[in-house]
Nanobody
């Protein structure tokens, strides 16, 4: 059973940056692909970014390409989401998730473990 804890959210002005972290415990971190999803008020949870087990493939939603970077440190059991050039429409609760699957990482159904979420608010 994998436990995931996100941190690093907060309030930032448009154009600013934040780095989210997600610390994993209770499992072998390197066995899992990791993803970030977000959910804005009144909207469905949507895919943001994912990284496979071995660092060699990353995936991004079109809305964040070129602004967000996902990375992982298997030695620290942590996945990161560096968010630059933030926009008000990036405001959401951000969730990290772990998947044993190696495909379809943009699909929330591929993830068996989820964190509790961290709020990101971007002011205009």
């Amino acid at each position: 059973q994998v436990q995931l804890v996100e941190s690093g959210g907060g309030l930032v002005q448009a154009g600013g940056s934040l780095r989210l972290s997600c610390a994993a415990s209770g499992g072998t971190f390197s066995n899992y692909a990791m993803g970030w999803f977000r959910q804005a008020p009144g909207k469905e949870r949507t895919f943001v970014a994912a990284i496979n087990r071995n660092y060699d493939n990353t995936y991004y939603a079109d809305s964040v390409k070129g602004r967000f970077t996902i990375s992982r440190d298997n030695a620290k059991n942590t996945v990161y989401l560096q968010m630059n050039s933030l926009k008000p429409e990036d405001t959401a609760v951000y969730y990290c998730a772990a998947a044993t699957s190696t495909w379809g990482l943009a699909l929330s159904t591929q993830y068996g473990y989820w964190g509790q979420g961290t709020q990101v608010t971007v002011s205009s």
